[in-house]
């Protein structure tokens, strides 16, 4: 089993990027897929999540209208689209896989995933 997380890197505030998150050895068609993300002296927080089966999405409110996400059956593989990013976007950005399907109030509850990539570095600085 393995999430491998890319994409990240140094951006200036108000541009985008687009991480990555590549999935091999389980049935990626039965997984949710969730990006979180910790920055330095702070605990991982949640920042988006599309629902196996029928695709619903959640965003942190810190982010609702500047990213998005989308992910590719076919290709195992889930898009974070980050736009105006702000330097508060600075963080290691983790995509987790859970085998279930969440509610408003379990997206972001990170025990509830059942695997986890190694993370990609977003640094948002002029």
């Known amino acids: 089993v393995q999430l491998q997380a890319s994409g990240g890197g140094l951006v200036q505030p108000g541009g985008s990027l687009r991480l990555s998150c590549a999935a091999s050895?389980?049935?990626?068609?039965?997984?949710?897929i969730t990006w979180f993300r910790q920055a330095p002296g702070k605990e991982r927080e949640g920042v988006s999540c599309?629902?196996?089966?029928?695709?619903?999405?959640y965003f942190a409110g810190s982010v609702k209208g500047r990213f998005t996400i989308s992910r590719d059956n076919a290709k195992n593989t889930v898009h974070l689209h980050m736009n105006s990013l702000e330097p508060e976007d600075t963080a290691i950005y983790y995509c987790?896989?859970?085998?279930?399907?969440?509610?408003?109030?379990?997206?972001?509850?990170?025990?509830?995933?059942?695997?986890w990539g190694q993370g990609t570095l977003v640094t948002v600085s002029s």
């Open positions: 050895g389980f049935s990626f068609d039965y997984y949710t």
């Open positions: 599309i629902r196996r089966s029928d695709g619903y999405k």
């Open positions: 987790a896989a859970g085998g279930f399907s969440p509610i408003l109030s379990s997206w972001a509850s990170a025990g509830a995933y059942d695997y």
